[in-house]
């Protein structure tokens, strides 16, 4: 382990199982700097639907990713549903991603620590990552989790539609031929199906604590 390299918390998961909320909580915990990836695309796709340029030509999604500013990613707009079906379609080109991993790279690079999160941190964006975390949780809590933060903002939700898009996203992430969705060989897995947010925060600092203390 070497002492002058950034220390990186790498966690990855499928949607709605609870990893975005404990990445930010890590980040805020241990003062390190913090990148949701999955914004990095939905950023992408918006920059491209507010143009009105298409969605399937790879060389302008390369080249509107290049002016993408990760400090500035607005999180709430970002999340709207319009936007992740456009970032969806455009994930999957395989030169729009490497041009992002090499932005998130550089990203966690560039700080004493860094906790990203996505769909493949562990094994893509930080292969050598100090901490390795894989979120899961039951397609059913997912759903209803994803239901409930709808319903808070007021805005309509079908708890039968959102179990079946998750689903569906999952099994895209999963079978898609660029970076797919799964645990990296040496990641921690964690199910947060029946944990709170701070059961899964106390459980993730057990494991981080030991190997950050080696440093």
Do not use: W
């Given at each position: 382990?070497?002492?002058?390299?950034?220390?990186?918390?790498?966690?990855?998961?499928?949607?709605?199982?609870?990893?975005?909320t404990?990445?930010?909580?890590?980040?805020?915990?241990?003062?390190?700097?913090?990148?949701?990836?999955?914004?990095?695309?939905?950023?992408?796709?918006?920059?491209?639907?507010?143009?009105?340029?298409?969605?399937?030509?790879?060389?302008?999604?390369?080249?509107?990713?290049?002016?993408?500013?990760?400090?500035?990613?607005?999180?709430?707009?970002l999340?709207?549903?319009?936007?992740g079906?456009?970032?969806?379609?455009?994930?999957?080109?395989?030169?729009?991603?490497?041009?992002?991993v090499?932005?998130?790279?550089?990203?966690?690079?560039?700080?004493?620590?860094?906790?990203?999160?996505?769909?493949?941190?562990?094994?893509?964006?930080?292969?050598?990552?100090?901490?390795?975390?894989?979120?899961?949780?039951a397609?059913?809590?997912?759903?209803?989790?994803?239901?409930?933060?709808?319903?808070?903002?007021?805005?309509?939700?079908?708890?039968?539609?959102?179990?079946?898009?998750?689903?569906?996203?999952?099994?895209?992430?999963?079978?898609?031929?660029?970076?797919?969705?799964?645990?990296?060989?040496?990641?921690?897995l964690?199910?947060?199906?029946?944990l709170?947010i701070?059961?899964?925060?106390?459980?993730?600092?057990?494991?981080?604590?030991?190997?950050?203390?080696?440093?």
């Open positions: 382990m070497n002492p002058n390299k950034p220390f990186i918390i790498a966690i990855d998961g499928p949607a709605a199982s609870g990893k975005g404990l990445a930010r909580k890590l980040a805020s915990h241990y003062k390190f700097s913090y990148l949701d990836t999955g914004l990095t695309y939905r950023a992408v796709a918006d920059e491209l639907l507010k143009r009105h340029l298409p969605l399937d030509n790879e060389d302008i999604a390369v080249k509107t990713a290049s002016l993408i500013d990760f400090g500035s990613l607005d999180r709430a707009h999340s709207e549903h319009e936007i079906e456009a970032a969806s379609k455009v994930a999957v080109m395989g030169r729009l991603r490497k041009a992002l090499d932005m998130q790279k550089a990203f966690a690079e560039q700080s004493n620590g860094a906790v990203l999160d996505g769909r493949d941190i562990g094994t893509v964006v930080c292969p050598d990552a100090d901490v390795k975390l894989y979120i899961v949780a397609p059913e809590v997912r759903a209803e989790r994803r239901y409930n933060e709808m319903m808070e903002k007021g805005e309509k939700a079908d708890y039968n539609a959102i179990l079946v898009d998750l689903k569906r996203r999952d099994e895209r992430d999963m079978k898609r031929t660029e970076s797919p969705l799964k645990p990296a060989k040496d990641a921690h964690l199910d947060t199906t029946k709170s701070e059961g899964a925060f106390t459980a993730a600092c057990a494991i981080i604590d030991p190997i950050l203390a080696k440093r």
